[in-house]
């Protein structure tokens, strides 16, 4: 007999078995696989090491991503020597090597290449101008002249030699770094510059291992309106009649301009998903690849009209639709990742992508990171893809969208832990079967017929009712869809009173604030309707169709509105045709409604999972868990592997036999996947049949009778990674002339930047030292391309030879143990800076179009220099707190005798402030015999670290990532004196900054957070707001407060 004729519990038993099995240990189909941004100039020796590292990490492959610092020539002989090393190497350890198409991104212009070949393969962008035309018109590029109506309401399109008339003129405009999109014939150039290079070099050899290709961010624009010279023949094969008629409605509310709006937004929507996500997902279905990647300005309607006009309709052509979440936050609503889960479970695309973790900062967090992930994960993403792993972070590449997820992490050795537990979620997730039976239209053509030019501002309020709809559905945990009407236009239909969207099926569709809906749409709308389908509508609700007006259709949604706008009415009205499939309320039985609190239901081999996660930083002590089937459940721990059933306390069936009750309390960033199995089977097995320990990470469900034993303050350090002081301010003296006043060494390199030539450059550093230096100790100085130096201190010449390298492989080190002094220590550099004209037209390049600063390289680079060695940092001026666990002082700073004793609390103020490593801190505990013979003891401890571990009499206890911070200790404490250690791993935060930002802590971090005027990452500030402050930011690092032992006592 084989598995499909076998009794559905039969086969899905054996299924279970088979994943318990997968659960223990992931196949990297289901690990994370980073950007691996090669900066540098890249060497065999180096890529294999670095390969090994990510697969000792539990990282399942990489993307090789050429960015800003590259050395070795894109697309040349060494770029690809280095990736048949990179694949050749990833198939020795069974890891997944990924191409990614880009010299750093938006994707799409070949690194140059393609708009090189010349106008009709440049991005061209809409122009529109009222008379009197000030500027002289070039009229190779004028698209037309119009004369306005007598009543002003209207434009016509002027014949050739009437332009004296004219009162309204529309051009284009050219970016010659970047590519026309909505082009077939320029996005095909670029995939025979990229995608066909590729496989010519190694499709033979490895095409059936390699797994697909990355693009990013690709786009038709950022704020404007595309034009392309095949835009008038596909706009009237669609919508008939001369695009250029069309164009002043799109600047001007003319009459008809609704119409005329969605006319041509449709037709560059689809133009520009059929040019490059069609062309490049065919492509890479025809070699047996993945097309991956996500585009660009995702999180609001008001920028995906100007930049890719429908998102959810570009991914439909790629075999793993993706999106970008950038910086150390969650969102307040669930748009971006729900546009791409809704079309993969429609389409039936197994695995959906994050690009996670850009800008988040040198101090982010396993608990972070955690809470990042899985706050994208329950709303549909199963693929983790972290940004970046850095190759080098030598010069400007630290700066680059920090952090580097990588070996130059004091915690690198922890990684393992965060990336076995996403495989295992990914496993669960990509397997599994969502659930939801609501759709939701996405309004984007809503937001078509709005946008006025440049100007998005009628869009806003209808952006803010969709994305509020959002949110009302995910507090009140009806698990629902987006629906495109781009891809209902293609896969839509309507049986047996469903809405049917490709593979999912719905009860219920909502219809958002709206001004206009597809023809296709209004179609299957009527037909749901009148097969008893429920239909709820908000005002306003939408009179157009296809951008015209519709009486009939206008009257017929009339009646679907729901009169109240509030998430109870819409609660009530979704239940009439669609229960939740799980409910949570809290201790007072009251409905839990928080924007952080979400659940995705799937079916996996014949059980029903659950997935609930607290993505906030609220903590319930206890929720009560109700699900709507019955059965048995069972907890599956993401950082074991293990299924092991509930404590029978926390799980009731209801009087009625209708669902489970389950009772739990929920930490921040925590989560649990909760595995539901019909009755009378009991799942709840380990491999060899027999029950399993229950386990809960629960408290005190009981309530027995407990005592706090309070740890002391004071800590023995018993073991310290070696400390560090960043010098990042310099004097320069420049061709011999006068010294400078001291100055931040960045500034320094951009002022070197502007000569343009050549120059002869010192830069003199000052550090003083407290200690004894007679005493012998290690001392190092850390600084990159020692080589190209001429380095002095205290007047005695250093030898430029490296005893090795230090967190990074550009950061050097040099002994100076025996040419320190007590007191003053000067420190001078000298070097001839290699500016010239070539460099000074690539930053030009850079300022003009992103994608010229994306892949920039300078040469040479001056950088803060590090000391590193056995002593502590004390600064002159005291600390101050401030908001993100953020720490000022003033400086300036000295080098002290290394503490051997620190207390609870912060240990930046301890002689710490720019310490990256691992540190360990000891203390004896008396335990009398009541004690050790209680019920249970519980550890606890909130640190202010990335890692912390606990170890007992010797014993590890438990390494902790994330929450909740406590462990049972009960089998490690005995009665008498015991041995209690902690020990504290921080980041790289406060050793590379940023330092100086305004801010203190930054939560989005990019190479302008270290400057002087806000960039991007900072559009909340005024423009003219001075970034960088004298002073100096760091971050907390320690035990944020006094470790407690909880003893329950029978």
């Avoid at 499709?203 to 950022?222: C, H, I, K, N, Y």
């Avoid at 799980?651 to 539901?676: A, D, F, N, T, W």
């Avoid at 911070?965 to 921080?986: P, Q, R």
Wanted: glycine share 10%; aromatic share 10%.
């Amino acid at each position: 007999m084989n598995n499909h004729d076998k009794p559905d519990g039969e086969r899905g038993d054996e299924q279970m078995m088979n994943l318990r099995d997968d659960l223990k240990k992931p196949s990297n189909a289901y690990r994370s696989v980073p950007l691996w941004s090669w900066n540098d100039r890249l060497e065999k020796g180096e890529l294999e090491r670095q390969i090994e590292e990510m697969h000792r990490a539990g990282i399942g492959g990489f993307f090789m991503h050429a960015r800003g610092g590259l050395q070795t020539p894109y697309m040349g002989e060494e770029w690809m020597e280095a990736i048949r090393i990179s694949i050749e190497k990833s198939r020795e350890l069974g890891m997944n090597a990924w191409f990614y198409d880009e010299n750093g991104w938006p994707s799409g212009f070949g690194d140059g290449k393609v708009p090189a070949k010349g106008l009709a393969y440049q991005q061209k962008q809409l122009l529109c101008e009222q008379a009197p035309f000030q500027d002289a018109p070039e009229l190779e590029r004028t698209i037309g002249w119009y004369a306005a109506a007598a009543d002003g309401q209207s434009y016509q399109l002027l014949l050739p030699g009437e332009e004296a008339g004219a009162s309204l003129r529309i051009s284009y405009e050219v970016n010659s770094y970047y590519t026309d999109t909505l082009s077939p014939m320029a996005v095909k150039e670029f995939i025979d510059t990229t995608y066909e290079r590729y496989w010519e070099q190694f499709g033979e050899a490895f095409g059936a291992e390699l797994s697909g290709v990355f693009t990013d961010e690709p786009q038709f624009g950022r704020g404007g309106l595309p034009w392309s010279f095949e835009l008038g023949e596909m706009f009237n094969s669609r919508h008939g009649g001369d695009v250029r008629a069309v164009l002043p409605a799109l600047f001007l509310d003319t009459e008809g301009c609704s119409e005329a709006r969605y006319a041509y937004w449709e037709t560059v929507t689809f133009m520009f998903t059929q040019a490059y996500a069609k062309q490049i997902g065919d492509w890479c279905a025809g070699k047996g690849w993945s097309a991956t990647g996500h585009v660009v300005d995702e999180q609001e309607l008001m920028h995906q009209v100007t930049s890719v006009g429908d998102p959810m309709a570009f991914y439909e052509h790629l075999q793993i639709p993706g999106c970008d979440w950038l910086g150390r936050f969650v969102g307040s609503d669930a748009l971006v990742p729900k546009q791409v889960s809704s079309v993969a479970r429609q389409l039936g695309k197994k695995r959906t992508i994050t690009e996670s973790f850009g800008c988040s900062g040198w101090n982010v967090s396993f608990a972070d990171l955690k809470r990042i992930g899985e706050w994208q994960f329950v709303h549909g993403i199963n693929l983790m893809c972290q940004h970046l792993q850095g190759y080098s972070l030598r010069g400007l590449r630290k700066r680059d969208y920090p952090p580097s997820l990588f070996y130059q992490q004091p915690w690198w050795s922890d990684y393992k832990g965060f990336n076995d537990y996403f495989a295992r979620l990914s496993l669960l997730l990509s397997e599994g079967s969502a659930q939801a039976e609501v759709l939701l239209l996405h309004p984007v053509r809503t937001a078509w017929t709005l946008q006025r030019g440049g100007d998005h501002s009628a869009v806003v309020p209808y952006h803010e009712a969709f994305a509020q709809l959002t949110r009302w559905l995910c507090q009140s945990l009806i698990e629902h869809d987006y629906g495109s009407e781009g891809i209902i236009a293609g896969h839509g239909r309507v049986s047996g009173g469903r809405f049917i969207v490709g593979e999912a099926a719905y009860r219920v569709v909502i219809v958002p604030p709206s001004v206009t809906v597809d023809r296709q749409t209004a179609q299957l709308l009527r037909k749901f309707v009148a097969q008893g389908g429920k239909l709820i509508a908000l005002d306003p609700c939408p009179s157009l169709v296809d951008g015209k007006e519709d009486v009939e259709f206008a009257r017929f949604m009339q009646a679907a509105v729901l009169t109240e706008w509030s998430r109870e009415a819409l609660c009530r009205a979704v239940s009439a045709a669609s229960k939740p499939f799980i409910r949570i309320s809290g201790e007072d039985g009251e409905s839990v409604a928080a924007d952080t609190i979400n659940v995705r239901t799937l079916e996996l081999a014949g059980s029903t999972l659950h997935y609930v996660v607290n993505s906030g930083t609220e903590f319930y002590p206890l929720l009560n868990i109700q699900l709507a089937r019955e059965g048995t459940v069972s907890l599956i721990d993401l950082e074991t592997g293990d299924i092991r059933p509930l404590e029978l306390e926390q799980m009731e069936r209801e009087l009625l036999g209708l669902g489970v009750h389950l009772r739990l309390p929920l930490h921040p960033g925590q989560s649990y996947i909760l595995k539901l199995d019909p009755l009378p089977n009991s799942p709840s097995l380990t491999g060899d049949g027999k029950a399993t320990e229950p386990v809960v990470p629960g408290e005190n469900v009981d309530n027995r009778a407990t005592m706090a034993v309070k740890l002391a303050t004071d800590w023995e350090l018993v073991h310290s990674d070696l400390n560090s002081l960043t010098l990042d301010n310099a004097r320069l003296r420049v061709d011999g002339g006068e010294w400078s006043q001291p100055q931040p060494v960045i500034f320094i390199q951009e002022e070197l930047l502007g000569y343009g030539r050549p120059v002869a450059v010192e830069l003199e550093f000052e550090f003083h030292i407290d200690f004894d230096t007679a005493r012998q100790r290690e001392l190092f100085l850390v600084l990159e391309r020692p080589e190209e130096l001429e380095i002095e201190l205290n007047g005695v010449k250093v030898e430029a030879v490296s005893g090795g390298w230090w967190r990074d492989i550009s950061f050097k080190t040099l002994d100076i143990s025996g040419l320190a002094v007590s007191g003053r220590n000067t420190l001078v550099l000298r070097m001839e800076f290699l500016g010239s004209q070539e460099i000074s037209e690539r930053l030009a390049r850079a300022k003009a179009f992103e994608a010229e600063g994306n892949k920039l390289t300078i040469d040479q680079e001056l950088e803060s220099i590090y000391l590193l060695g056995d002593f502590g940092v004390h600064s002159g001026s005291g600390y101050t707190d401030g908001e993100r666990r953020a720490v000022f002082t003033d400086g300036p700073f000295r080098l002290t005798e290394p503490p051997r004793q620190v207390q609870t609390g912060d240990l930046t103020r301890q002689g710490f402030p720019f310490f990256s490593g691992n540190m360990r801190l000891r203390q004896s505990l008396t335990v009398d015999a009541a004690q050790a013979t209680a019920v249970k003891c519980f550890f606890q401890a909130p640190p202010d670290a990335i890692v912390t571990k606990l170890f007992i009499n010797g014993a590890e206890v438990r390494t902790f990532l994330w929450e909740p911070y406590h462990a049972e200790v009960s089998s490690f404490l005995h009665s008498g004196c015991n041995v209690i250690e902690v020990e504290l791993t921080s980041s790289c935060r406060n050793l590379l900054g940023p330092h100086h930002h305004i801010k203190g802590e930054v939560y989005k971090v990019g190479p302008d957070s270290y400057k002087d005027k806000p960039g991007w990452t900072d559009k909340d500030l005024d423009k003219d707001t001075h970034v960088y402050q004298a002073r100096y930011a760091f971050v907390k690092f320690g035990l944020a407060a006094t470790p407690l032992i909880h003893v329950e006592q029978a």
